[in-house]
């Protein structure tokens, strides 16, 4: 597993690895010597996946505190491009986003505690894993609109809950982190 930085201090690049052979593909997805070596989070809580369509976004979604976690995400199927923003107020890339394409078996992208989280399905479908480090408060539950965080979406016409598109707008976040 390689490790790298991104545009943002302390989200991590993984490239995962693969091995082909005859009967299809191994992928190996964690490793807590190399997420220890790094200083990610090792001790995962919860695992949970979706299945999104073509031009669905999903996001920008956190947990508020004291239930945020750090986030391990990475594609089984298809392609997606995964935003991320920096909700903590005392990081020099406060309200900042990266955008990274994620594709399927190749790589992840872990998110520490304090960013929200979403994404663009690229391909007709892309199914998304998830490994958090604390268990789902729905209290806690939250997001900011994600067309109101300065990305230019590559998207005609998004496909977006009802939930996502009720957020409220970065501009009127007060983070808490």
């Known amino acids: 597993m ?4 991104t545009a943002l201090a ?3 690049l993984l490239e995962n690895f ?3 052979d005859k009967r299809g593909i191994f992928v190996k997805t964690f490793h807590a010597g190399a997420f220890r070596e790094h200083g990610l989070a ?7 996946y979706s299945v999104s369509h073509k031009d669905v976004v999903r996001g920008m979604h956190f947990q508020l505190p004291p239930y945020e976690h ?3 995400v990475y594609v089984t199927q298809g392609r997606i491009l995964d935003v991320i923003v920096d909700l903590r107020s005392s990081s020099p890339f406060y309200l900042q986003f990266a955008a990274i394409e994620l594709k399927e078996h190749v790589n992840a992208v872990y998110i520490p505690r304090g960013f929200a989280h979403g994404f663009l399905t690229l391909s007709n479908t892309a199914t998304v894993v998830y490994n958090v480090n604390s268990v789902y408060e729905a209290t806690a539950d939250s997001g900011i609109r994600w067309d109101t965080i300065g990305f230019s979406w590559p998207v005609r016409t998004p496909v977006v809950s009802d939930r996502d598109a009720a957020f409220g707008s970065m501009a009127d976040l007060q983070s808490t982190f």
């Not at 390689?2 to 930085?5: F, G, L, T, Y």
């Not at 090792?42 to 949970?48: C, N």
Request: proline residues 5%; glycine residues 0%; aromatic residues 10%.
């Open 10 to 12: 302390d989200v991590m």
């Open 70 to 72: 750090d986030k391990l």
């Open 2 to 5: 390689i490790v790298k930085p």
């Open 42 to 48: 090792v001790d995962f809580r919860e695992s949970y």
């Open 18 to 20: 693969v091995s082909h």
